[in-house]
């Protein structure tokens, strides 16, 4: 925290010196950012997106920047400009997916995601997402499927196997199948194992001993 306070001093120096450096613009927004000030990080942002309107990345910054404090709609519209520039960016993508899945969008975040794969097709953020949008979309089956090859691809990806539990659960209640709520727990359990303090591990510990007796 202390680097990035003083890299604020420095970046905020450059730009009273320098009020239409682009450089110094970006560089206070994300120091500024990384403190936690997320209004002066916006004015810089903003800024440096002025002057430099071209540079996905200052639009993917604004974005990120406001999908960190939930104002969805402003996330939306500079990921949108993000793609305006380049419409092929896998992150990007995966990123407006996000938003829109939390916004309950689940059709327009699934074709995004989709076509993320096509680009990139070893992205397990994008598959662990995809099964999560399946997951929403009541497609259990397409959940697990994609819940499983984010997995392949990243054999310690913990969400991956937290969702691929949720589904098998799901299945399992519907089809009052054991050996699915057994399978269930196990990928709970995985899950556990490589990040033990994420942030359902209580709630996660109670599912598995709920469902282990």
């Not at 002057?51 to 999908?67: C, I, S, W």
Request: hydrophobic share 40%; with cysteine.
């Amino acid at each position: 925290m202390r680097k990035f306070r003083k890299a604020v001093g420095a970046f905020v120096r450059a730009t009273e010196l320098k009020p239409n450096h682009i450089g110094a613009n970006f560089g206070a927004a994300q120091a500024y950012y990384q403190i936690n000030d997320v209004n002066k990080a916006l004015v810089y942002g903003d800024r440096a997106a002025e002057l430099a309107p071209e540079k996905m990345e200052f639009q993917k910054f604004l974005g990120d920047v406001y999908e960190s404090q939930q104002d969805y709609n402003e996330a939306i519209s500079y990921y949108k400009r993000t793609l305006e520039i380049d419409s092929n960016d896998p992150n990007v993508m995966v990123s407006l997916a996000v938003v829109y899945l939390r916004i309950g969008r689940e059709n327009s975040a699934r074709e995004l995601l989709e076509s993320s794969l096509q680009i990139k097709p070893k992205n397990n953020i994008a598959r662990q997402y995809l099964g999560y949008c399946y997951l929403q979309l009541n497609e259990v089956d397409k959940a697990i499927e994609n819940y499983k090859r984010a997995i392949e691809i990243e054999s310690r990806d913990w969400e991956a196997y937290r969702g691929l539990g949720v589904a098998y659960m799901l299945k399992g209640m519907r089809s009052r199948e054991t050996k699915l709520k057994s399978l269930a727990v196990e990928q709970w359990r995985k899950s556990l194992e490589i990040a033990p303090n994420q942030a359902r591990a209580v709630k996660l510990r109670r599912l598995i001993d709920k469902y282990s007796q």
